[in-house]
């Protein structure tokens, strides 16, 4: 991504969390990567007075605490927060929550692939959107 804000990745299995980044890396993405476990965390990073806000949010759809519809539609009611782009990160097609979060306001969610050639393939998909993209009034 050329955006020198950070990504806040929510994930709460370290081996998601690992592939995200080893992805990134791959596809030499240079922007922060801010990992939180949870919803939870998650809130707490973005409401931490002087943290940098991201620039997209990859979202596992399952967190614990604050989980998945809980997060988004507090993210979604915050005017501070609303504007940053969610894509959440399914690990099978789970789709009343889909369903559920697209009407919340999710900007789109990808299936976690089991092999990483295909993880870094939907990696690169969303990059390459969020790299094209401009957020309203350039953010």
């Not at 690992?18 to 922060?32: G, M, P, R, S, W």
């Not at 919340?104 to 990059?127: D, H």
Request: net charge positive.
């Amino acid at each position: 991504m050329q955006n020198v804000k950070p990504i806040l990745l929510v994930e709460t299995y370290r081996t998601d969390a690992v592939a995200v980044q080893l992805a990134l890396k791959e596809l030499k993405v240079t922007n922060l990567l801010v990992h939180t476990p949870n919803g939870k965390k998650a809130l707490e990073y973005l409401r931490t007075k002087g943290s940098k806000k991201p620039c997209l949010i990859l979202w596992d759809l399952t967190t614990p605490e604050a989980n998945g519809i809980k997060f988004l539609k507090t993210l979604k009611t915050d005017k501070a927060l609303a504007k940053i782009p969610v894509v959440a990160m399914v690990g099978s097609e789970q789709e009343h929550d889909v369903v559920e979060s697209l009407q919340v306001g999710i900007a789109g969610y990808i299936l976690k692939p089991v092999t990483s050639i295909k993880f870094v393939g939907a990696v690169r998909i969303i990059e390459l959107y969020w790299t094209l993209s401009e957020g309203p009034n350039g953010d």
